[in-house]
């Protein structure tokens, strides 16, 4: 399938994306060089095992910490929320310092 999208986008335009981390270390095995982020919600656990493996995230902003996002730009790693769509979660992930905010809304 990648094959098939490097043919189509530029891949170091592309992120890949997933709720389920070991399909994201397979294709790191498979394309080492693309970026990957996990897809993290509440009851999720285990965000330290992306810093190991080089993972950025997409967490709900409702499971986010500032720690944890010191943790992953500490980690040179990308820190991304959803769904902000309302002026007070948009503003709080703002203090957050994250790095992209997700909103059906803004």
Known sequence: MFTLAGQVYDL???ILQSFDFDNLLK???QFPDLPI???YGEGDTGWE???E???SIDADYKVVTEEMVAAFHDAGLEFAV???NDI???SYCKSLGVDYIE???F
């Open 27 to 29: 294709a790191r095995e």
């Open 37 to 39: 982020m996990l897809t």
């Open 53 to 55: 493996h080089g993972f």
């Open 12 to 14: 170091s335009r592309c």
């Open 49 to 51: 095992r992306c810093i």
């Open 103 to 105: 909103s059906d809304l």
């Open 82 to 84: 959803w769904t902000a």
């Open 88 to 90: 007070f979660s948009l």
